[in-house]
Nanobody, 115 residues
Framework: QVQLVESGGGLAQPGGSLRLSCAASRSIFSIYTMGWYRQAPGKQRELVADISTDGSTNYGDSVKGRFTISRDNAKNTVYLQMNSLKVEDTAVYYC?????????WGQGTQVTVSS
């Protein structure tokens, strides 16, 4: 079992920044791909960014150039730095750990972008 706990959500103004954190209950980054997903009201959950075991990253088209995913192996924590936030970034953001045949989700953290 893996527990994932997100933090760092909140209210930001358009053009502002937030940093989300996802703390894993144990050291898993060498065997799990870590990702951030989001779900806005009435929409499907979508990939925001992920980082593979080898450190390679992948981003959704809508956040490329604005968001950055990173990880701190010593702290078992994955981060999502969100810059140049837009109103349409408003959603619940979820952390996910996945490998073949297994996936774990965090409880989600709300991000609201509004003036």
């Amino acid at each position: 079992q893996v527990q994932l706990v997100e933090s760092g959500g909140g209210l930001a103004q358009p053009g502002g920044s937030l940093r989300l954190s996802c703390a894993a209950s144990r050291s898993i980054f060498s065997i799990y791909t870590m990702g951030w997903y989001r779900q806005a009201p009435g929409k499907q959950r979508e990939l925001v960014a992920d980082i593979s075991t080898d450190g390679s990253t992948n981003y959704g088209d809508s956040v490329k150039g604005r968001f950055t995913i990173s990880r701190d192996n010593a702290k078992n924590t994955v981060y999502l730095q969100m810059n140049s936030l837009k109103v349409e970034d408003t959603a619940v953001y979820y952390c996910k750990a996945r490998r073949v045949g297994l996936a774990y989700w965090g409880q989600g953290t709300q991000v609201t972008v509004s003036s």
